[in-house]
């Protein structure tokens, strides 16, 4: 049985930062694209980062949070991490880790696998 725990969101103030965890079992961690998603109240769950199946070695980003997250894996820890810096109040939503087959920018449609989702909440 494939999961995928998320850990790390909390109540924080704008310009704080946090790190998100992403904590896999059930699955060859390394042969699974890793991405995050974020879903605000009465909005759509959206695409936030990716990383490439393997060694990691691409990174993808939604325009909203590029230059301030960064998407990293430990393969050894089967964990993917969400460092979120400079965090903005529209930052504010749950935060969801997803696995897929194929690398790039991670379609919702096409997922596999889902966490069951982490509340960040930023406060101006």
């Known amino acids: 049985q494939v999961q995928l725990v998320e850990s790390g969101g909390g109540l924080v103030q704008a310009g704080d930062s946090l790190r998100l965890s992403c904590a896999s079992s059930?699955?060859?961690?390394?042969?699974?694209?890793m991405g995050w998603f974020r879903q605000a109240p009465g909005k759509e769950r959206e695409f936030v980062a990716s990383i490439s199946r393997w060694s990691g070695s691409s990174t993808y980003y939604s325009d909203s949070v590029k230059g301030r997250f960064t998407i990293s894996r430990d393969n050894g820890k089967n964990t993917v991490y969400l460092q979120m810096n400079s965090l903005k109040p529209e930052d504010t939503a749950v935060y969801y880790c997803?696995?897929?087959?194929?690398?790039?920018?991670?379609?919702?449609?096409?997922?596999?696998?889902w966490g069951q989702g982490t509340q960040v909440t930023v406060s101006s």
């Open positions: 059930g699955l060859t961690f390394s042969a699974y694209a």
């Open positions: 997803a696995a897929d087959r194929v690398d790039g920018f991670l379609r919702k449609t096409s997922i596999k696998y």
